[in-house]
């Protein structure tokens, strides 16, 4: 090829380009949510007894404000109103091996020669999780997280035990659930997001889901977070907020992640490449009873509730086609 025809490919391949990205919408963000864009940064990594420091490279995703107790009680008042509806979610950790069964299937079988549809989901079924509402309901939330807190206030206790309940904390971070209680609420979410966009006519966007750890560190180091001394819970719409306007990443309650601590370089940490299987799990952020700044980090039990423990959602950047006019 000459220079010519070299040059003419790139020019054209720009134009294209320019084209196609004028071409797109991106999705509106979710309720109580803002943009993170997307982008590189620095992040240090707990390795043995080292620590690594890795560039790390992130897509574009919304992060919404901390789950409340009134977003929370709805999803158990849906559970409670479908006792015998099912919930279903791919464990993405576990498609990579999907994807290796009908690789080996078909290069074993000469008569397996179905559409990679069908290959597809005959292998991904194994990797589909399922829980029946009534299920889900049997431990759903520990509402008891908050007995003998205050014990040396008999009056802020009483409060305190009816926290989850009592409208007057509606926007409070709900507590008192564990990684798999949060990771069902992202479910749960995203069928109901996906339903009422089907029936508007809309198209479909990315599924809610819990954030990685690198994703939630990459919100946080944009732009500086005050380190709040809040030794009190409040409302998830309140408090310090950084340069995004994302609020409470350094106090209020501690988040759940997918993360599991056993960082693998070589895929850049992709939050669907994190194990749902592992027993423990990589908690960030400080809270109004233990340390307070965006640096906390715990690995916990994955079953582990208590009343300074709560969540947040993610939801990958959507970016479809525009309509023509």
């Known amino acids: 090829m000459s220079m010519k025809q070299k040059l003419f490919s790139v020019l054209t391949a720009l134009i294209l380009g320019c084209s196609f990205l004028v071409a797109q919408t991106i999705a509106k963000a979710p309720k109580d ?70 690789r080996d299937k078909k290069s074993k079988d000469s008569t397996f020669k179905r559409t990679v549809s069908d290959k597809w989901m005959e292998a991904a079924k194994p ?13 759903i939330i520990d509402t008891n997280v908050w007995q ?33 209680n949060a990771r069902w609420f992202c479910v749960w979410k995203s069928k109901t997001d996906y ?7 809309k198209p479909i966007e990315n599924d809610f889901r819990l954030p990685s750890e690198v994703e939630w560190m990459y919100a946080a180091s944009q732009g500086k977070t005050k380190s709040a001394e809040n030794n009190t819970i409040h409302s998830a719409k309140e408090g310090e907020k950084n340069a995004l306007k994302i609020k409470n990443l350094s106090d209020n309650v501690c988040e759940w992640t997918t993360s599991n601590g056993e960082y693998q370089f070589s895929h850049d940490l992709n939050p669907d490449t994190e194990s749902n299987n592992s027993p423990n799990k990589i908690v960030k952020g400080g809270s109004w009873k233990t340390g307070q ?25 959507t970016v479809y086609p525009a309509k023509k006019v």
Not at 87 to 96: A, Y
Not at 151 to 165: G, P, V
Not at 195 to 201: A, C, D, F, V
Request: hydrophobic fraction near 30%; include cysteine.
């Open 195 to 201: 339903e009422q966009r089907i029936s508007q006519g």
């Open 293 to 317: 700044g965006i640096g906390e980090r715990k690995l916990c039990d994955k079953n582990a509730r208590n009343c300074y423990t709560g969540f947040r959602m993610v939801k990958t950047l």
């Open 148 to 180: 003998g807190v205050f014990a040396n206030d008999k009056k802020l206790q009483q409060k305190y035990d009816h926290y989850f309940s009592d409208k007057e904390f509606n926007d409070y971070p709900v507590v008192g659930v564990n990684y798999e």
């Open 127 to 139: 990797f589909v999780l399922f829980k029946t509402n009534t299920e889900l309901l049997k431990d």
């Open 33 to 102: 949510s803002r943009l993170v864009p997307m982008g590189t940064f620095y992040m240090d990594y707990i390795n043995g007894q080292d620590t690594v420091r890795k560039q790390v490279s992130v897509n574009s995703f919304y992060l919404t404000n901390e789950v409340n107790n009134k977003e929370y009680r709805e999803f158990i008042t849906y559970l409670k109103a479908n006792p015998a509806d099912t919930l279903f979610c791919f464990d993405l950790s576990r498609l990579k091996e999907a994807s290796r069964y009908w």
